[in-house]
């Protein structure tokens, strides 16, 4: 799909994020999430650059664009703990908690 000159992003066809096999489609969750956070590092870097070369009309339209980077790694920390949710259920917890052996001979001293 394409928004005024823009293609709207769409997620793959071939990440599943119901699928459980695939973890949730984890690993497409991480590769886009520490590429996000890679690229603020890039524009983090090119700041001042940017800054120098942009046409001043556009100064306070780059401003927000940075202003929207400070963001990400809050975004980040709540995209962990929702993939984390998913992977750490309280049901799961227990039935590990049920399924361990408690007998103190089998602790190692």
Excluded at 23 to 39: H, N, T
Aim: aromatic content about 8%.
């Amino acid at each position: 799909r394409v928004h005024g000159r823009a293609q709207v992003a769409a997620l793959s066809s071939m990440i599943d994020l119901a699928n459980a096999g695939s973890l949730y489609g984890l690993e497409a969750r991480v590769v886009g999430i520490e590429s996000l956070r890679f690229m603020v590092r890039v524009f983090d870097q090119l700041h001042t650059w940017l800054s120098s070369v942009v046409d001043k009309s556009c100064i306070s339209l780059l401003r927000e664009f940075f202003a929207t980077l400070d963001a990400v790694e809050e975004l980040c920390v709540g995209m962990y703990r929702t993939i984390g949710s998913h992977l750490f259920t309280a049901d799961a917890a227990v039935a590990a908690a049920e399924r361990a052996r408690w007998d103190l001979k089998d602790v190692p001293s």
